[in-house]
């Protein structure tokens, strides 16, 4: 087993921990955002149940204020989960991959390798995240600020369009705290699995020496998108990586293609074989997406999988051969946008007419 199958190994594992992580970042979020609609159902009980339409313009703002107080708070300590829990992650992954590599690859060659300094790990909160989320945590709060009070004021105004009680108001309201608290936990998951991927890409960035390259690792079971899907086992070179995560819980990482023996530059001659064959500069033998789907299209039942699983209209064009798992990845030069079924239909007409008109040719 070479350098690399085993770094791959231990990246997969640092990954697993991550989701573990988000998992219980996304807890902590929910049972803030509880407590905040405990304390706002608690505030409106102990208002008059009024018709809501009955109350003067200044008092209605004075109850949108009030809760949009309460909510104000939960942003704010699920912000604090948020940064703690990127800036956690970020040191772990660092820690883990420099661990995976100084244990992996046999001191005896001889390399050293850089650590990722705590001033980088730090700054990483501070960066844009990435998948649908194209800002940063202070940007995110903002925004997420300014959702909130549209929605709280739109419940008001629904509740006075319909001349509702105040115990229906406050409904509505809990309603606007529970949306609030999802997308919040939603931010908290992709914002996770971007400080790993910029932790991981600066280690390999600073030991660049020794990585020449990365591969794409998605998770193989039927929660992962078509996209990553296309990507798993994707080589790129280091500096052209597609950014992690694609999407809101993408759960993808890259693993390090290091250098062959020859290529270090190392003469080995009078190295002991194990040791050249360590550093073979081989991509992992392990079983990309791609494999796993080919596999299952030779059964019954594994074609019903994947057909429940990338959907009825990209089966029918995958299982007559018209397009690939790679074309799901890539995406479209605009916007770079992820290929719709719209875009993979044209180009599956597009294969079609191309063989209709190889097939005239050769009659
Ligand atoms: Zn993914």
Known sequence: MGANDKIWDRIIKTRAGHIRY?????????????????????????????????????RRRY????????????????????????TGTARREAEETYDAFRS??????????????EDFLIAIADQPVMGNYTMGLVNYGDKWSRDAATLLDKALMQSVVNGENVGQLARRMAL??????????AFARTAIQTAAHRAQMEFFRRNKEVIKGVQWVAILDDACCDTCAGYDGRIFKRSEAVHQPVHVKCRCTYSAVTKSWKELG???DEAPPWMRRTMDGEVPETMTFKDWIDKKMNSKTGRSWVRDWMGPGKF?????GLITLDDMAIRTRRKNRVRSLGDLRRI????????????????
């Open 63 to 86: 109850l949108v204020d009030t809760i949009d107080g309460y909510l104000e708070r939960g942003r704010h300590e699920s912000s604090w989960e948020v940064y703690d829990a990127m």
């Open 266 to 268: 190392l003469k080995g």
């Open 316 to 320: 029918e064009l995958f299982s007559n």
């Open 104 to 117: 992996e690859i046999p001191s005896e060659i001889g390399l050293s390798f850089y650590a990722v300094p």
């Open 22 to 58: 988000e998992r219980k970042t996304a807890r902590r979020i929910r049972r803030t955002f509880r407590s905040v609609r405990d304390e706002i159902l608690g505030y409106f009980n102990n208002q008059a149940n009024d018709i809501v339409s009955t109350y003067s313009a200044a």
């Open 176 to 185: 606007a705290v529970g949306v609030q608290n999802y997308a919040m936990q």
């Open 348 to 363: 599956a007409t597009r294969r079609r007419r191309k063989k209709e008109e190889s097939l005239c040719l050769m009659n």
